[in-house]
């Protein structure tokens, strides 16, 4: 069935890096933009990060731009979110999600169950 | 930055009907998608480009958008329905996607 699989979370020093991935299963992966939402401990969703189909336009909240960096390796399945210089806001569960397939940019259809980044000395 | 503003909660009673509102500048001129999540859960999609539901959810399920305001009507609110909702927009200012801050929504 269709189904996103994140891993890679895990509790982390603040300035420290971590590299989330995202493996996709059931579609085809390479027809599909793709995406990075999080949410902090009882607070809402936040949009992080999306990368297209074919990885060439990437877009970024402005409370990660210039330290995180999405990719993918289509000819494997998965796409990832490297995050550096980390903040303990950026303590969160990491959802990674598939963009509807549309005209325009749009919804997200299918999710993944998350990851959890903990920052903290 | 584009900005959406929810309420952040509701509380009703089985069988009434919800709305959840979700309010932006000129947000009637964008397509507004609508989350549910459940405690310890992902989101699901629930409408998508203002008041389509994808398969599998009840048609109790609608949205609709104009103005300043977008709504998601849950008919005949049932206890499986109490979760968070979010509202979604993309903003092509800025290239990038929107949440709401969300609305809990209790069925008493």
């Known amino acids: 069935q269709v189904q996103l699989v994140e891993s890679g979370g895990g509790v982390v020093l603040p300035g420290r890096s971590v590299r989330l991935s995202c493996a996709a299963s059931?579609?085809?992966?390479?027809?599909?933009?793709v995406h990075w939402v999080r949410q902090a401990p009882g607070k809402g969703l936040e949009w992080v990060a999306a990368i297209s189909n074919d990885a060439i336009t990437n877009n970024y909240a402005d409370s990660v731009k210039g330290r995180f960096t999405v990719s993918r390796d289509n000819s494997k399945n998965t796409f990832f979110l490297d995050m550096n210089s980390l903040r303990p806001v950026d303590t969160a569960v990491y959802f990674c999600?598939?963009?509807?397939?549309?005209?325009?940019?749009?919804?997200?259809?299918?999710w993944g169950q998350g990851t959890t980044v903990t920052v903290s000395s | 930055s584009y900005v959406l503003t929810q309420a952040p909660s509701v509380s009703l009673a089985p069988g009434q009907t919800a709305k959840i509102i979700c309010g932006g500048d000129n947000i009637g001129s964008k397509s507004v998608h609508w989350y549910q999540q459940k405690p310890g859960q992902a989101p699901v999609l629930a409408v998508f480009?203002?008041?389509d539901r994808p398969s599998g959810i009840p048609e109790r399920f609608s949205g609709s958008n104009s103005g300043n305001t977008a709504t998601l009507t849950i008919s005949r609110v049932e206890a499986g329905d109490e979760a968070d909702y979010y509202c979604q927009v993309w903003d092509s200012d800025t290239d990038q996607w929107v949440f709401g801050g969300g609305t809990k929504l209790t069925v008493l």
């Open positions: 999600a598939r963009e509807r397939l549309a005209v325009a940019a749009t919804s997200l259809d299918v």
């Open positions: 480009d203002d008041l």
């Open positions: 059931g579609f085809d992966f390479s027809h599909y933009d």
